[in-house]
């Protein structure tokens, strides 16, 4: 307030004080413009109120109080300062509309893209989100984790094709699919199955008969599992980057034999059968790094169009804990990004303690 307060005061002085020819009356509706930018209507009245006052004031010193150029130059300060104060109504209309559909859309995507548990087991998991619009707090990525009977963690971590509303909706279908399925005492294969089947169901089910087939939706991801007593881990690869092995400061990366059809193309030319999903399984001793990501970390680029060295970078962080890693992690991303990701980036880090 002290700006506009202090430029009525400023040309309410200069221009009484400034020979007869000079008028400077009509910059006083500087001040009501720029309160408008900080504050409400009331407030943005009350300086338009003052502005009219001084006008008045440089009106009666100066000895012109009734001639009709004063009163062109009050009236217009009490239009100018009428059509902010409904501008400052209409705008607080509008952010109170927008609050109220950004808060019900945070909630919504927390619910969707529920937070990873601290432990599981033997597991301490903490993940990391990095949407690429600034606004948004979720896109196609994805990760969820369940807990089975049989003492075993279950996770997934996908990327669903395409963005905005679209992406959104295909993650939602997955994570449903997958929160339904996982805890059972299905086999990975199995899960595999479930999930492809469900996109493939949602793109298919109002499709009429004769209708061409040209629905691209689908999703790369990495269906793992954990078990408590053996430190070892199982997945399946379905067209998704593959995890890092950080173990000692040693990087190494988890690359499957085979790497499946994304989930929702696994059932083309029929439906998809857990017989064509390998299992794979790989070494996860007690303090050793598992590192999941999606394809938004990876190809993130630099001014000079280089991608993220992941691989490398990660060989040389010096973290202690998962949680340390991911602090490393994000703002080394950054910096090399300059603060703008072209694409959404999800990240699980999972450390096995000592048992």
Request: aromatic letters at 4%; a negative charge.
């Amino acid at each position: 307030m002290v700006i506009p307060l202090g430029l009525i005061v400023t040309i309410c002085v200069v221009d009484i004080l400034a020979p007869q020819h000079i008028h400077l009356g009509p910059l006083l509706v500087a001040a009501p413009a720029i309160t408008v930018a900080f504050a409400g209507p009331r407030l943005t009245a009350l300086v338009g109120v003052l502005t009219v006052v001084a006008q008045l004031v440089i009106g009666t010193a100066r000895g012109v109080i009734g001639t009709a150029n004063i009163q062109a130059q009050v009236a217009a300060l009490i239009v100018v300062s009428s059509l902010l104060v409904v501008f400052c109504l209409v705008r607080d209309r509008r952010e109170r509309e927008l609050y109220r559909v950004k808060s019900v859309a945070e909630v919504a995507q927390h619910v969707l893209l529920q937070p990873l548990p601290r432990r599981s087991g033997p597991l301490r998991i903490v993940c990391l989100y990095l949407p690429a619009e600034a606004e948004a707090e979720m896109g196609g990525d994805l990760y969820a984790a369940a807990r089975t009977a049989s003492g075993s963690t279950r996770l997934l971590i996908g990327d669903v094709r395409g963005k905005g509303l679209a992406a959104i909706s295909h993650a939602a279908l997955l994570l449903g699919a997958f929160r339904t399925a996982a805890h059972r005492q299905a086999t990975l294969p199995r899960l595999a199955v479930h999930l492809d089947g469900a996109v493939r169901w949602d793109t298919t089910q109002w499709r009429t008969e004769g209708e061409p087939d040209d629905d691209e939706s689908f999703a790369t991801a990495i269906l793992l599992d954990i078990p408590d007593g053996e430190p070892v881990v199982h997945l399946i690869s379905c067209g998704h980057p593959p995890p890092l092995l950080i173990r000692r400061n040693r990087v190494s990366t988890l690359r499957p034999r085979a790497s499946h059809l994304p989930i929702g193309l696994g059932g083309l030319g029929g439906l998809a059968d857990p017989d064509d999903y390998e299992v794979e399984t790989f070494d996860f001793e007690a303090g050793d790094l598992l590192l999941l990501y999606t394809d938004g970390v990876i190809e993130a680029r630099d001014t000079d169009g280089a991608f993220f060295p992941l691989t490398e970078r990660a060989a040389v962080w010096n973290a202690e804990s998962p949680e340390e890693f991911l602090r490393e992690l994000r703002e080394d991303l950054t910096a090399h990004v300059r603060g703008h990701l072209g694409d959404d980036a999800a990240v699980v880090a999972i450390h096995r303690d000592a048992s």
